[in-house]
């Protein structure tokens, strides 16, 4: 199912420091979305900044855990304006990187010195900052696939209304067909006694009456029992039945639902394959539609 869920988490202007000299809150803005569409199975894909992807497997294991079914892209990443991007590295620091520039230069004097923009970078590798984003992207992750699964939820209401509503057309077909049969077998039983008859009067006494009639009624009970679809309406009957209490039951039944719309489908073929009525066959073409349209939608339930 589709569904969409974003949140943002901003701490404080000025980010407190523990013991560590690391910032006990992170500065700037972190943001998290995540979407899905209609898949047969979960696919997760991951679209997280630099300082978030060392988190990627805690996400995946919190999603896996609340969603079965979809193409889900997740993105992450942290926003922030230059007062919280760029800090000021510590005197202790700078202190390190020029002795760690003098000693590189002393052994390679052609190294070049370093920029401000590489103290920079190097001096926030040095804090770690990205560890410090563990608890409130923890936070924010279990807030924001509990907001997908609601959305997924409503879709899955409307899906449910979708679905009984094209159980209560195939219901209305299955009831069309049944008194078409025994008309057909009586049409096909005249028929053949028609044609018994026009046979007697071109054969010329080369048959028995009884014998003719006979093949003829022989004739009939075949062709009735090859057209009779009693036992494919019951089945489709049947399986109507377990579908529409699964939908109403809920959780986890997309892949039961998936084996039944199959059922559903192997029965309207059959009943297709055994018409011999253009009423039938079109029956049978409806039913086969609206079983199509349930399957496309059954693949995406949980």
């Known amino acids: 199912m589709t569904g969409y869920a974003s949140a943002q988490h901003t701490p404080g202007s000025q980010p407190a420091s523990n013991e560590s000299g690391k910032p006990a809150t992170p500065a700037g803005r972190l943001g998290l979305e995540i979407r899905s569409v209609n898949s047969r199975f979960l696919d997760l894909s991951f679209r997280l900044g630099e300082e978030l992807r060392s988190h990627e497997p805690a996400l995946r294991e919190l999603i896996t855990a609340k969603v079965k079914r979809g193409k889900v892209e997740v993105r992450a990443g942290v926003e922030g304006t ?3 991007t760029v800090r000021e590295p510590s005197v202790r620091t700078l202190q390190r990187l020029s002795a760690v520039q003098d000693t590189v230069r002393s052994w390679i004097p ?3 010195a370093l920029s401000v923009a590489e103290i920079l970078r190097l001096a ?4 770690g900052g990205d560890a410090d984003w563990a608890e409130p992207l923890a ?15 409503r879709e899955g209401a409307r899906l449910a209304t979708m679905l009984l509503g094209h159980l209560k057309q195939l219901r209305t077909l299955a009831e069309q067909a049944k ?3 025994p008309q057909l077998v009586e049409q096909q039983r005249t028929r053949f006694l028609e044609r018994w008859k026009e046979a007697m009067a071109l054969g010329e006494g ?7 009639q006979d093949r003829a009624l022989t004739e009939a009970t075949a062709f009735a029992i090859r057209i009779d679809v009693h036992e494919e309406l019951v089945r489709l009957s049947a399986h109507l039945d377990e579908i529409e ?3 109403t039951k809920g959780g986890e039944v997309g892949k039961r639902l998936d084996f039944l719309i199959q059922e559903l ?3 309207a073929n059959t009943l297709g394959s055994k018409s011999a009525a253009l009423e039938l066959t079109k029956i049978s073409v409806d039913m086969k539609v609206l079983i199509e349209q349930m399957r496309e939608q059954v693949q995406n339930i949980e």
Request: no cysteine.
């Open 82 to 84: 230059a007062a919280d």
């Open 110 to 112: 052609e190294a070049g």
């Open 124 to 127: 926030s590798a040095e804090t």
């Open 139 to 153: 936070a924010l992750a279990k807030k924001v696939v509990a907001d997908l699964l609601a959305a997924r939820e």
């Open 179 to 181: 008194p078409l049969v």
């Open 206 to 212: 080369m048959a028995t009456p009884e014998a003719a």
């Open 245 to 247: 209490r699964l939908i």
């Open 265 to 267: 489908h192997r029965e």
